[in-house]
Structure formats: C-alpha cells, structure tokens
C-alpha cells in the first residue's frame, strides 16, 4: 500500500501571512502619506493641477470586477459556500 506522506505546513503558511500583512500595512501606510501630502499642498495653484492628475493615476483606479474574479481564480474552481 502506498501511503502519502503530507507535511505540516502551519510555520510556511504563518510566515507568508506575516510577509503579505506587513507588505499590506505598508503599502497603506504610503497611501494614508500620499492622500495628507496631496491634502498640504492642493490649496497651492501651482502644484494643485499636478497632485490631481497625480493622484487620479495612481490612487483612483478603476479595476473592473471581472478582473478580480478572474485573479481570485473564481471561474476556474467552484467555492463552496
């Protein structure tokens, strides 16, 4: 009889999750920084028109929903509900 052996993978699991949730912590703490500086400097006419067209490229993106559930693989395996 062939047994499969399968390992615990708990300390694997934890360290990615620790890795994604300080890179998660970061990057929102950078956004929170972006949002108060372009809050400082729009009342200055001549950098407003810059940190607007700024921030609409990079903070207000418009990502369709498709597109998130094709990336969380939602299509591709049933979810059990």
């Not at 703490?29 to 810059?50: C, F, Y």
């Not at 207000?60 to 299509?75: M, S």
Request: hydrophobic fraction near 40%; glycine fraction near 2%.
């Amino acid at each position: 009889m062939n047994e499969q052996l399968y390992f615990n993978d708990q300390a694997h699991i934890a360290e990615k999750f620790l890795m994604i949730q300080d890179h998660l912590t970061d990057t929102s703490r950078m956004a929170v920084l972006k949002i108060r500086n372009w809050k400082l400097v729009e009342h200055l006419p001549e950098t407003s028109q810059r940190y607007r067209k700024h921030m609409q490229q990079t903070l207000f993106n418009v990502v369709p929903n498709e597109f998130v559930l094709c990336e969380a693989g939602y299509h591709f395996s049933p979810i059990n509900n």
